[in-house]
């Protein structure tokens, strides 16, 4: 599975910008699906988690405490595309972000990033100050 993140890029503090992930050829409805990013230095953290659109907890989500209330992710099961829409951004949240699958459902939810199925190559996020 070859998941592609995108909608990386440069952004001034209080911007906004909103990435997507999709992985051409698979359907990811089946899996709760996960945001995680990296800054240089640091280890990779999870930023939101949604679950999957089969089962009792469809479109469930889940935030990390750094970025409650200003990111909010979603899935376009039509499109069969998981987003992350981030707003007021800030310099701290600089990093390279992935996206990830979780067939299980019970390490997205708690951002176990070892538990993570498939993970795609990243896209780059820069906020300046």
């Known amino acids: 599975v070859q998941l592609q993140a995108s909608g990386g890029g440069l952004v001034q503090a209080g911007g906004s910008l909103r990435l997507s992930c999709t992985a051409p050829g698979f359907t990811l409805g089946y899996y709760h699906m996960g945001w995680f990013r990296q800054a240089p230095g640091k280890e990779r953290e999870g930023v939101a988690c949604?679950?999957?659109?089969?089962?009792?907890?469809?479109?469930?989500?889940y935030y990390s405490d750094s970025v409650k209330g200003r990111f909010t992710i979603s899935r376009d099961d039509v499109k069969d595309t998981t987003y992350l829409q981030m707003n007021s951004l800030k310099p701290e949240d600089t990093a390279v972000y992935y996206c990830?699958?979780?067939?299980?459902?019970?390490?997205?939810?708690?951002?176990?990033?070892?538990?993570?199925?498939?993970w795609g190559k990243g896209t780059l996020v820069t906020v300046s100050s």
């Open positions: 949604i679950s999957s659109n089969v089962g009792k907890t469809y479109g469930k989500t």
């Open positions: 990830a699958t979780d067939a299980r459902g019970s390490s997205c939810p708690k951002f176990d990033t070892i538990g993570m199925d498939f």
